[in-house]
């Protein structure tokens, strides 16, 4: 009986024993699952980051990734040049250069010079909306003069010097790209999405027009060329998001484009139309200025204020000169048709 107390202690002892055992394994297993713990938060971390990395680089097209970007973006510059009865519009963004159209030849010697005024040597793009002489007449010596990295002209073919000289000097450019709707380009921290032409097969020659949306952050615009009503309904119908901050008014203010559903889907804040004081063919019309107007639009217009440059940081729009007041429809000295520019420029 006397064992009792003797077992009784044996067994406390080792009881003991056991339960030292027991909270040593508890705090070994403890640390392991710390361990386990540390590892898997830093591997969902990883993970994390990972997966954001895509979200925060398509931040950059503005839009629906918005929120992914943190706000601060390049200058861009929009300089619409007076070119006369034509298009020239430079793009500066970062340190990156783009040039759509180049006005017609006379005004070649113009747009040199302002390039080289704001030291531009390069171009990481040049655009020839369409083969008119009044927007790609001074394109060739664009191609002589200045580095162009790539070349966008649509698939069009005319019998005229102008096309012919730029034919002729593109593979000056490092890459001709004929450009397809939905094809995107960056210039800087901007994006330019092609909204046209869909086709190669458009009876009027200004129908092939490029047309590009750009995409600064918040800010965004419309640069056209010619494209006139065939085209327009096209991207209408196509569903292309035309709504823009910027209209670069199609085909100098011609009624011949500017149709009334495509101005009432994009609803410029800010249009511009690029065309000569007293030209053959009237530009601006009536028709159209009156649309604009009624849209609420600040109307620019490089034949009552010459050139024009606009300023984008992303989130607002600044021009350097107040917007015109006048509404007047262009006076044409002899009669307002449209066309023919081609055979009186070239
Ligand atoms: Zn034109």
């Not at 943190?70 to 300089?79: Q, R, S």
């Not at 129908?207 to 965004?220: A, K, M, N, P, Y």
Request: overall charge negative; some cysteine; proline content about 3%.
């Amino acid at each position: 009986m006397k064992q009792v107390p003797d077992r009784d202690v044996d067994i406390r002892g080792r009881s003991h024993g056991i339960m030292e055992e027991m909270i040593n394994r508890l705090r070994e297993k403890k640390k392991a699952l710390s361990a386990v713990l540390i590892v898997l938060a830093v591997g969902l971390l990883a993970l994390a980051l990972i997966l954001s990395f895509p979200a925060n680089k398509s931040g950059e097209k503005g839009g629906s990734s918005e929120s992914a970007h943190d706000g601060i973006y390049k200058t861009l510059e929009v300089h619409f040049l007076d070119v006369g009865q034509g298009d020239a519009a430079l793009i500066i963004c970062g340190d990156e250069s783009m040039l759509i159209d180049a006005g017609s030849n006379d005004s070649a010697e113009y747009v040199k010079k302002y390039l080289e005024g704001h030291g531009i040597t390069k171009f990481k793009y040049a655009v020839g909306t369409h083969f008119d002489s009044d927007h790609v007449g001074g394109l060739d010596e664009i191609l002589s003069d200045f580095e162009v990295e790539t070349l966008l002209i649509p698939d069009q073919e005319r019998d005229t010097k102008s096309y012919r000289d730029v034919i002729k000097n593109k593979n000056k450019a490092g890459k001709v790209v004929i450009p397809k709707v939905g094809d995107t380009f960056t210039l800087g921290d901007a994006t330019l999405t092609v909204f046209a032409p869909a086709r190669n097969d458009y009876e009027e020659s200004n129908d092939f027009s490029i047309v590009l949306r750009l995409d600064h952050g918040e800010d965004s615009f419309l640069f056209t060329g010619d494209a006139q009503e065939e085209s327009e309904k096209e991207m209408l119908a196509a569903g292309l998001d035309v709504h823009v901050d910027v209209l670069k008014v199609s085909h100098h203010g011609s009624k011949k484009s500017s149709i009334r559903q495509f101005l009432e889907t994009v609803v410029p804040k800010y249009a511009v139309v690029s065309c000569a004081k007293d030209n053959d063919y009237g530009h601006p019309h009536a028709p159209v200025l009156k649309r604009l107007r009624i849209l609420g639009a600040q109307l620019f217009r490089t034949d009552e204020q010459g050139t024009i440059v606009c300023y984008s940081d992303g989130h607002s729009i600044a021009w350097n000169k107040a917007p015109s007041e006048s509404w007047q429809q262009g006076r044409a000295p002899e009669k307002s048709e449209d066309d023919g520019v081609e055979n009186k420029a070239a």
